[in-house]
């Protein structure tokens, strides 16, 4: 595997969550990450904790210019792009009767269409050192949960995506893959519940004993298996379960 010291890592979605744990857990080990998202307090708050080796951008993945922008950043910051961390996303919830035509769009847009494109852009700087993409996927293409349809068909095309984009970009020396994680404290769970932190929490920990494991997970779990796909020099296209068994449908009494 590649050293992970100085490696040039771009976290979409970087403020919380499982991109929060991902740009801890690369610079904490010598790596340079550079994190974005559309509220600028929490990335900077973030980068402030984790020091130079972290850098913030404020910007909205959804946006043309935007994109550019944190690409150039991550570039500079880095002195170059190992890694691409596709995590930023939104949840609509709502039964498949109830749920309006732009908010399908605009979770496709987040949720899809704005990773396709950001890695259209990281192309040439990820080819000229053997990069890697790591989509994030969910849990909910393992298990349906009645009212996430959106959610689990924006995931669901995310893993089909992985695959088709190994293929295509494994000549560019470029390697896709993806992480499905199981139930883990995220910002993005607990906006679209319309929860507080304790109402979260607790839903979270209601999940605990439909993991064959027993427990929850963690962000830092997450990100050991997206470092693990973004330096194994001999893997892609792979689609990563990492759900403490909770796509195996048990239940512990």
Known sequence: MKPIENLSVLVTGGGSGIGEGVARYYVERGARVTICGRRPEPIEKLAQD???RCLAVQAD????EDRQRIVEAATSHGHRLDVLVSNAGN???GNVDTL???DLRAIFDTNVIAGMLLTGLCKPALSK???AVIFIGSIHTRRAFPGASAYAAT????????RVLAAELGEDGIRVNCVVPGAVPTEIYQRAGLMTDEESRERLNGLASSHALGRIGTSKEIAEAIDYLARGEWTTGAILDVDGGLGLGVTNA
């Open 100 to 102: 309006k035509e732009e």
């Open 155 to 162: 995931k669901g095309a995310l893993e089909t995506l992985t």
């Open 91 to 93: 949840m609509v919830r």
């Open 61 to 64: 993945i959804t946006r043309a």
């Open 50 to 52: 984790l020091g130079e």
């Open 129 to 131: 050192n053997g990069g």
